[in-house]
């Protein structure tokens, strides 16, 4: 359930709004291989899963350890939200127009303003970092070519 809020709590900004947030290729799921979520993780992961609002995460879950988890959201700019109140909080330089990490639910947090994007990579267990978030999130960008 703790995994689930920051999507649920999308679910209901975009409910509450009528906004529908229409994005381009590529889904979240081809922002990142398994291969590079697993290095980022320290454990080898399954395929990812489409889940989310809209089909707007991406989910890895390592294949010998239920507690590391790793998602890649990705939705419209206008849902920009930096957390500076949490506690932890960092601007990350040299990733997206803007970018900051915090820790969330025992993990970290990364997200990234690019253009009409907020991609966002949550972190739990084996080596979450604001580094291994931080550095997934820069490989996400990438792929969408900001």
Partial sequence: MKRLMPVLAYAVVVTASGYVPALAAPSPCALA??????AAAGQPVGSGTTTGPLGSVCEWR???DSSIYVNIQR???HYWSPERMADGYRTISGIGEKAF????LGGWKACALA???VVCV???GGRASAAAAS????????????
């Fill in 122 to 124: 949550n972190m739990s």
């Fill in 62 to 64: 390592a294949e010998s």
């Fill in 33 to 38: 291989t398994s291969a590079q979520v697993s």
């Fill in 135 to 146: 550095a997934l999130l820069k490989t996400s960008l990438q792929r969408i070519g900001t």
């Fill in 101 to 104: 990490a915090v820790p969330e």
């Fill in 115 to 117: 253009g009409k994007n």
């Fill in 75 to 77: 939705f419209d700019k």
